[in-house]
């Protein structure tokens, strides 16, 4: 099976540090979108692209949070500084078409201290 | 703005029985989508069954169905000859039209079912 691929599964880093997570869209997959999960705010879209251009970044930090999708094979999100609140499990998921659902990766735990 | 309601917390339902979750959102589109996920505790969201809104036959996926009722904006879940890996989080999610940013998706908070041997 096609998949999402999102590395690092797991990144533990100290307050101030720039972390910097990765995703692998499925091949062919034209939307790519990146949520935070947390126990208070759930599932919170923080960004996503379409043909590789940001459409909407309004759900995210934009003085410290950064998307980028370089190529059609890689998407980034990158914090700098990172801040204890910061700490959550990040979701790049990937779609083709309107009416589908997207396919999650399995997400890196982040954990700022 | 949209939103998606899922206002049980929780659910348990003994193996083999039926359990129903719920679903409420609001919206003025005629035309979205809706989507029930499931996140076991290896935390991989994985896309159970879709829903599209001018369709009013219910969608079913072998053991799971939903009751789509587009006047009530309620769209349920039911899991049938529910089985142990069925414990899991499970997330309702709206995606609207596409020329309204229906790109993007919304999740409901989640309802976590335990399954009882």
């Known amino acids: 099976d096609a998949r999402v691929t999102q590395t690092p599964r797991h990144k533990v880093t100290e307050m101030g540090q720039e972390v910097t997570m990765r995703c692998q869209p499925i091949l062919g997959h034209n939307t790519v979108f990146w949520y935070r999960q947390t126990m208070m705010q759930g599932l919170e879209l923080l960004a996503y692209?379409?043909?590789?251009?940001?459409?909407?970044d309004s759900g995210m930090p934009k003085d410290r949070f950064s998307a980028e999708m370089p190529d059609a094979t890689l998407a980034t999100l990158k914090i700098q500084p990172s801040e204890p609140r910061d700490s959550a499990v990040y979701f790049c998921?990937?779609?083709?078409?309107?009416?589908?659902?997207?396919?999650f990766g399995s997400g890196t735990r982040l954990t700022v201290v | 703005a949209q939103t998606v309601t899922q206002s049980q917390p929780e659910m348990s339902v003994q193996e083999a029985e039926t359990v129903t979750l719920s679903c409420t959102y609001d919206t003025s589109e005629s035309d979205y989508y809706l989507f029930w996920y499931k996140q076991p505790p290896s935390r991989q969201m994985i896309l159970v069954i879709r829903?599209?809104?001018?369709?009013?036959q219910n969608a079913t996926e072998n053991r799971f169905s939903v009751n789509f009722q587009k006047a009530a904006k309620s769209f349920s879940l039911k899991i049938s000859d529910s089985q142990l890996g069925d414990a899991a989080m499970y997330f309702c999610?709206?995606?609207?039209?596409?020329?309204?940013?229906?790109?993007?998706?919304?999740f409901g908070a989640g309802t976590r079912l335990f399954v009882k041997a």
């Open positions: 692209f379409r043909n590789r251009a940001p459409l909407d």
């Open positions: 829903q599209e809104a001018y369709k009013q």
């Open positions: 998921a990937s779609g083709i078409r309107q009416g589908n659902g997207y396919t």
């Open positions: 999610a709206y995606k609207g039209p596409r020329n309204t940013g229906g790109f993007k998706t919304i």
